[in-house]
């Protein structure tokens, strides 16, 4: 790989020179130990280690190796040889070897440097000249990219950009694109009369003048005939006003095209009435379902999107001038003798949105069992097939924009989408490559409990058979300037053994956008606002946190009702990290005079739990609590008991001049923070991940990391310690909070920003139709040689050979519209499978 010019693999020869003594015992030091992957916490203490005179290792440090260790996110030691990793900035990668005997430096390719990596761990395999290299940007070259750090996650407006040059070359491919716009089988905006751009440029002339002389709030009906034959048909919008607005913007694309009015223009089309949204883990319910394994803001998540694209679409529809109605389908497992057992339910809130359940299916019947997010893949490629058969038959055709949730959710949207050639785009919420370390090096190891290599897989093919990828924050796709982005860590990476990535996705790729979600502004509110409903449950949650009476909803007790609550609320697992936060406490003599600490997550009894870390940090809790003697201070609730109450129990704790605390170790997001903040309660929130970016330390919230159990725990302290003594201090932090929540963090803004997307992404694709064909070959071929093959080691739950079942009662569709459409017969088979 070529070090550019200027940067700090580049300066590397030149440190060398620097304190040439100290850098090669540094070197040495390093070596010492044989081979292995350095983190930089381990450079540094080794470094200190061999410089033990202050002022040496201040020169060191001040110089150009010191900045480079400061950049360096891993180093490789293959004795004579240093390797260093050199990240400079979020997407910007070097890998740069040095020789610790005489100093000599070379720049490395990724292939070169995974080679290396790889020598640690299975020496054979990583001098076999044959082993499967994985390149996804052998196939991208010709596609554009963003070029700078700050502009990743800004997909969209790239894309208008470039959008606008194509249309320039040849305006004749948006003339084609606009031909094949059509809703239930009527052609929208134009028809075959303009089926050049010469003609429609014309004619959109001649439109302008006759629509200048009509009133602004004349119909589009009382003009459609005369519209019709001049090669205009309906979509334009609902009188002549915006009909003429839409035209003038399309005429001045066509005579000098521009992203302003490329991005107006495709937020007016009619392209998008049906939506398939994928979310296949755990248990998808509207009720009592929070807190069970692989269930938690996801659901939240997912409900309040369909309910602002639901009100979005019928927004646009109605500007349009039409009168469809849109559909969405939020399309996950169907569990037997669960609360998900609902085969067809109605999203409460909407009007044109369903949850659409589909069993797990093997040749023994139904999967009547809850299956692990981690053993759920063999199980997809069968879902897929009978989720798309169900899927055509409700909305009589195929949808207009898929949208998958998590690794699960996106393949099974990545195999439809494909299958049917429909615009697909993915939400990984969390990758788990991030969230254990080295799990790809050591992928082995880890394979039996988690099957990382069948998951790894699956989130190689979805994130690059996407038309876009929606991200929650900047910090999911590339991180910040001390660690990589969830997305990022993809770039490349090797599982020894198995394949070596030398290019899994690029982060500069414009297929990535930032589009944060907000809250349910119907159930998250400042406590400050006069509400019945909550005046009405308060002495409920005043029951739930304060009675002294232990049951199957709480545990604890809190004695003095005066002081804050500081509180908490996820699933158990180790990475959301609700033990640590209650040893923190624990430990902390200060802060446990200061405030009460509630937990809401999870059970008691562990042996309920079917998820292995749940039941793993469910007995910690409660050997923490006899450890410290909690009880006093401490009570813990369980998530099922406040599920449809969140809103009001945010505002009680703030009433108490409490806060919320979000200690995980890595969030993606952090829903739960955009909740708190929304309810005006202080939050403490992990800096790892989403919540850095929702919350300004020190302004609108803190920062906390869960990695140092001290500074945290006396952060919280501090704050509580200074709003004792200055009352004011506290409703400072919560209307800053509230502020930053209205001006960045809502769903109205969200549902514009996907569904703008939808429409841009769908010309873009139309565009490069040809790339986008080579890369899903590529997939297919990666998906039916390598993922189709890893899925069958992992164990499939045998059920026992259920009965036939009676014959199923006729499915409750929403009412058929006119126009029934032709494909919903479509045959379907998966990635050539």
């Known amino acids: 790989m070529e070090v550019t010019s200027g940067s700090l693999g580049n300066a590397i020869p030149e440190a060398m020179g620097e304190n040439r003594g100290n850098i090669k015992r540094c070197l040495e030091k390093y070596i010492e130990m044989g081979r292995r992957v350095m983190k930089p916490n381990q450079l540094m203490d080794e470094l200190e280690i061999v410089i033990n005179d202050v002022t040496q290792r201040r020169l060191v440090m001040e110089g150009d190796l010191g900045k480079i260790l400061c950049f360096t996110q891993e180093a490789v030691v293959i004795p004579p040889n240093v390797v260093f990793t050199v990240r400079e900035n979020p997407g910007n990668w070097q890998y740069v070897k040095v020789n610790s005997s005489n100093l000599s430096v070379e720049a490395l390719t990724s292939t070169q440097y995974l080679k290396l990596k790889e020598l640690i761990f299975d020496e054979n395999w990583a001098k076999d000249e044959n082993v499967l290299e994985v390149d996804f940007g052998a196939l991208d070259f010709t596609l554009p990219r963003l070029s700078l750090s700050s502009s990743i996650g800004n997909g969209l407006r790239f894309v208008s950009l470039k959008l606008g040059d194509r249309v320039n070359d040849k305006p004749q491919s948006l003339v084609d694109y606009l031909l094949s716009l059509e809703h239930q089988g009527e052609k929208l905006m134009i028809n075959e009369t303009l089926n050049t751009a010469k003609k429609l440029e014309m004619s959109l002339i001649l439109a302008d003048v006759f629509l200048s002389e009509l009133p602004k709030d004349t119909p589009f009906q009382a003009f459609e005939l005369r519209f019709k034959e001049w090669g205009f048909e309906k979509g334009w919008g609902e009188n002549a006003r915006r009909v003429k607005e839409t035209m003038r913007i399309l005429s001045e694309i066509l005579q000098a095209p521009d992203s302003v009015n490329i991005d107006r223009?495709?937020?007016?089309?009619?392209?998008?009435?049906?939506?398939?949204?994928?979310?296949?883990?755990?248990?998808?319910?509207?009720?009592?379902?929070?807190?069970l394994p692989d269930t938690g803001g996801q659901v939240v998540y997912i409900l309040d999107q369909v309910k602002a694209l639901e009100k979005e679409l019928l927004h646009r529809i109605n500007s349009q001038g039409l009168n469809f109605k849109p559909q969405i389908l939020v399309v996950t497992r169907l569990i037997p003798d669960t609360k998900c057992n609902q085969e067809f339910e109605p999203i409460i809130g909407t009007k044109h949105s369903n949850i659409l359940r589909i069993p797990f299916v093997t040749e023994n019947g139904i999967v009547r069992r809850w299956v692990s997010r981690f053993d759920i893949y063999p199980y997809l490629e069968r879902f897929t097939k009978d989720a798309t058969t169900k899927i055509l038959d409700i909305l009589e055709g195929?949808?207009?924009?898929?949208i998958g949730n998590y690794t699960d959710g996106n393949l099974v949207a990545s195999l439809m989408a494909n299958k049917l050639g429909i615009t697909q785009a993915t939400i990984a919420h969390a990758l788990e490559k991030t969230k254990y370390e080295d799990s790809d090096l050591k992928w082995k190891e880890f394979d039996l409990k988690y099957h990382f290599s069948s998951q790894f897989t699956a989130d190689l093919i979805s994130m690059n058979s996407a038309d876009f990828i929606i991200a929650s924050t900047y910090q999911e796709i590339a991180g910040n300037k001390e660690k990589a982005g969830q997305y990022e860590s993809h770039t490349s990476f090797t599982l020894p053994g198995l394949y070596r990535v030398v290019s899994g996705i690029n982060v500069f790729d414009p297929r990535f956008n930032i589009v944060a979600p907000g809250a349910d502004e119907s159930m998250y509110f400042p406590f400050t606002s006069q509400d019945g409903n909550f005046i009405k449950f308060y002495p409920y949650i005043d029951e739930l946190l304060y009675s002294q009476n232990e049951n199957d909803e709480h545990i604890g007790y809190l004695?003095?009702?005066?002081?804050?609550?500081?509180?908490s609320m996820a699933r158990f697992d180790v990475v959301k990290n609700l033990t640590g936060l209650t040893e923190w406490y624990a430990k902390n003599k200060r802060l446990r005079d200061l405030v009460n600490l509630v937990i809401v997550g999870g059970f008691f009894d562990p042996s309920k739990s079917k998820d292995r870390e749940e039941t793993s940090e469910i007995k910690k809790m409660h050997s923490l609590i006899e450890k410290y003697q909690l009880k006093g201070q401490f009570r813990w609730i369980t998530a099922k008991t406040v599920q449809t109450r969140n809103g009001d129990f945010y505002r009680c704790i703030a009433d108490t001049r409490g806060a919320f605390v979000q200690p995980a170790h890595y969030e993606a997001f952090g829903l739960t923070v955009i909740e708190a903040m929304s309810c005006g309660l202080v939050?403490?929130?992990?800096?790892?991940?989403?919540?850095?970016?929702i919350i300004v330390d020190g302004v609108s919230g803190f920062h906390i990391d869960p990695s140092n159990d001290e500074e945290s725990s006396n952060k919280i302290a501090d704050f509580f310690e200074k709003c004792k003594m200055d009352p004011n201090y506290w409703n400072m932090f919560s209307t800053e909070g509230l502020q930053r929540i209205n001006e960045c963090y809502t769903w109205k803004i969200y549902a514009n920003k996907v569904i703008n997307m939808g429409n841009t992404y769908s010309y873009w694709r139309y565009l490069n139709k040809d790339q986008k064909l080579a890369k899903q070959r590529y997939i297919q071929s990666f998906y039916n040689l390598q993922y189709r093959n890893l899925v069958k080691t992992i164990p499939m739950l045998s059920d026992i050979p259920q009965p036939p079942p009676p014959p199923p009662k006729p499915l409750i569709k929403p009412s058929p519209s006119k126009g029934k459409r032709t494909q919903s017969r479509l045959s379907f088979k998966m990635f050539g499978a």
């Open 265 to 291: 223009f495709f937020a007016r089309i009619p392209r998008i009435f049906n939506v398939v949204i994928f979310s296949v883990r755990g248990y998808f319910g509207q009720t009592d379902v929070f807190g």
């Open 398 to 402: 195929k949808p207009d924009l898929i």
């Open 559 to 567: 004695v003095d009702k005066k002081k804050p609550i500081i509180f």
């Open 683 to 693: 939050t403490f929130a992990t800096k790892h991940g989403g919540p850095a970016e």
